[in-house]
C-alpha cells in the first residue's frame, strides 16, 4: 500500500518539510511517492526527499495557477499506477491538485497563516470536507484555519514540525569549527539569527536592541545575522546610522545554516507571528540559550524554555540580551533538549501522527 506525498516545490524550507513527513512512515509497512509539482529533477533533492520513489513534473510556477489541469491530469495518472491509502499534499495548490485529481482521502498541512482567508478557496474544500483533514504545524495555525474555516477539532488539528535530532547533532560543527568557517573570533560572544532579511523577521528591532544591551554584553560581542532578501540595504543603513558597523554582520545566505548553529553563545528569534520557527529546534539541537518574541508558533515551541520579549520592543529584547549574557543557563538548556526529544523529535510526531483519529479510520 502507497501514501501519495504531493509538494509544490523542493526549495528551502520545502524539501525539509518532504522530508519530515515521508520520515512517519519509516518502519511501517507503506511505501511513500513524492510529487514536486515544480522544479527539474536533482538527485540530491531526490535523495534528501527520504521517498521510496520521487516524481519531479517540472513545471513553473506560473503553469500551477489557476485551475492547474495540466498537474491534475498528471496526478490523475500517477494514481492509476499504485494503491493508494491516502494522500498527504503541503499547502494549498497542492492540496486542490489532490482534491481534483483523486478520490482518495487528503491530508492538508499547512505552513503559514490566512491560507483559507479568500472566500473561493473556502469553498473548494467545504465542498470536499468529509475527506479532508487539516493539520497545521503549530496551534497558532490551527486556529487561524479554524477561524476561517469552523470546521472543528476533529478536522483541524496540530501537528508539530520535526527533526531527527540525533542526525542534526551529527552534522553541526564544533564552536571551534563553525566560527572558523564564518570567520568569527574564537574569544566573541556571538548572538546569531538566521533568517529573510524581511519585514516578518524584524532584524530591524534585533539590531536596536543589540545596540541597547552592548554596554552591558560580555567584550567583544558580535551580532551575526545570516540571510538574504528585500530589507539588506535598509538594514545595513540602520546599522551604519547606529555606528555598529564593526559589531553587526550582515552575512547574507549561508547555505545548510544549521551546520553553524555552535557558533553562537545565545540564537535570537525577533519574528512577527512566525507560524512555527524550524531555527528554533535547530538551535535547541545546537543546545543554545534562546530569546524568541511573545507572539505565534514560536511561543508555543520554546515557551517555558527560552527568553520571551514583546514583539517589536527593542528594550525588552534588550533586557533580554544582557540577562542570558550574565547567567547560567544549563537547566534551561537541559529542559530544552527534553522538549524537543519528547515534542520535536521525528519519532515523537510519529507517534502522535498515527495516533490521530483521522489516520487511523483510514487504516481499518
Not at 477539532?153 to 560543527?173: E, G, R
Not at 507572539?295 to 508555543?300: A, T
Request: charged share 20%; with cysteine; proline share 3%.
Amino acid at each position: 500500500m502507497w501514501i501519495l506525498h504531493v509538494c509544490h516545490s523542493y526549495y528551502p524550507p520545502f524539501l525539509d518539510c518532504a522530508r519530515q513527513y515521508n520520515a512517519l512512515f519509516k518502519g511501517t509497512a507503506y511505501k511513500v511517492l513524492t510529487v514536486y509539482l515544480t522544479g527539474e529533477y536533482h538527485s540530491e533533492i531526490a535523495q534528501g526527499t527520504c521517498s521510496d520513489e520521487v516524481i519531479f513534473l517540472g513545471y513553473k510556477s506560473k503553469e500551477v495557477r489557476g485551475l492547474k489541469l495540466a498537474a491534475i491530469a498528471r496526478i490523475k495518472e500517477i494514481v492509476k499506477q499504485k494503491d493508494f491509502l491516502f494522500c498527504i499534499a503541503h499547502r494549498v495548490k497542492p492540496t486542490y491538485v489532490a482534491l481534483l485529481a483523486t478520490k482518495l482521502p487528503i491530508v492538508s498541512v499547512h505552513h503559514n497563516y490566512n491560507d483559507y482567508s479568500r472566500w473561493s478557496r473556502r469553498l473548494l474544500v467545504n465542498h470536499y470536507q468529509n475527506r479532508m483533514l487539516m493539520l497545521g504545524v503549530s496551534n497558532s495555525v490551527r486556529d487561524d484555519m479554524e477561524r476561517d474555516l469552523g470546521w472543528g477539532p476533529a478536522k483541524i488539528q496540530t501537528l508539530y514540525n520535526h527533526i531527527d535530532v540525533a542526525t542534526m547533532q551529527a552534522v553541526m560543527q564544533s564552536k571551534e569549527e563553525a566560527r572558523q568557517a564564518l570567520g568569527l573570533p574564537q574569544d566573541a560572544y556571538v548572538i546569531g539569527n538566521v533568517g529573510r532579511l524581511h519585514h516578518d523577521k524584524d532584524q530591524a528591532t534585533l539590531i536596536r536592541g543589540f545596540n541597547h544591551a552592548l554596554a552591558n554584553l560580555p567584550p567583544n560581542s558580535l551580532l551575526y545575522i545570516a540571510g538574504n532578501g528585500p530589507l539588506e540595504q535598509d538594514l545595513r543603513h540602520l546599522i551604519a546610522n547606529l555606528g555598529l558597523s564593526s559589531k553587526v554582520i550582515l552575512a547574507g545566505n549561508i547555505p545548510d545554516a544549521k551546520r553553524y548553529f555552535r557558533a553562537f553563545n545565545l540564537f535570537a528569534l525577533t519574528s512577527d507571528r512566525e507560524p512555527f520557527g524550524m531555527v528554533l529546534l535547530e538551535a535547541m539541537a545546537a543546545e543554545l540559550p534562546i530569546i524568541c518574541s511573545d507572539c505565534g508558533g514560536g511561543v508555543e515551541v520554546v515557551k517555558g524554555q527560552a527568553e520571551l520579549f514583546e514583539f517589536g520592543s527593542a528594550t525588552a529584547l534588550s533586557q533580554a540580551m544582557q540577562k542570558l549574557a550574565k547567567q547560567s543557563n544549563t537547566n534551561t538548556i537541559k529542559q530544552a533538549t527534553e522538549k524537543l526529544n519528547t515534542l520535536f523529535s521525528d519519532q515523537a510526531v510519529q507517534q502522535q501522527f498515527w495516533n490521530i483519529e483521522f489516520i487511523k479510520e483510514m487504516q481499518k
